[in-house]
């Protein structure tokens, strides 16, 4: 049974950092991601990054401020959030897919295979 399991989040103050993880269990997958949804809002593309991780892809929002990484061997994913905004709140969900993705397509939720069930992140201003 695949299992996406993430941790990490809570409430910081603006400019603090926050770092998610997203453990895996029941396969390895190629591509691996964070997605956001902000109430009332539509889940948004967040970051991805491919099994050598070699090659991440950053929404525009969030380039410069958080990195995505990912320890295969823990088959896991990390979200490090730095200089964090309130407009960063949101439920992150952790996202995989068995194959690499486009990076036209990487923003669409429909192209990605597992989820979990989410982390809320909260920043006060």
């Known amino acids: 049974q695949v299992q996406l399991v993430e941790s990490g989040g809570g409430l910081v103050q603006a400019g603090g950092s926050l770092r998610l993880s997203c453990a895996a269990s029941?396969?390895?997958?190629?591509?691996m991601g964070w997605f956001r949804q902000a109430p009332g809002k539509e889940r948004e593309f967040v970051a991805a990054?491919?099994?050598?991780?070699?090659?991440?892809y950053y929404a525009d929002s969030v380039k410069g401020r958080f990195t995505i990484s990912r320890d295969n061997a823990k088959n896991t994913v990390y979200l490090q959030m730095n200089s964090l905004k309130p407009e960063d709140t949101a439920v992150y969900y952790c996202?995989?897919?068995?194959?690499?993705?486009?990076?036209?397509?990487?923003?669409?939720?429909?192209?990605?295979?597992?989820w979990g069930q989410g982390t809320q992140v909260t920043v006060s201003s």
């Open positions: 990054i491919d099994w050598s991780g070699g090659r991440p």
């Open positions: 029941g396969r390895t997958f190629s591509t």
């Open positions: 996202a995989a897919r068995r194959s690499p993705i486009s990076i036209r397509v990487v923003g669409d939720p429909s192209r990605w295979d597992y």
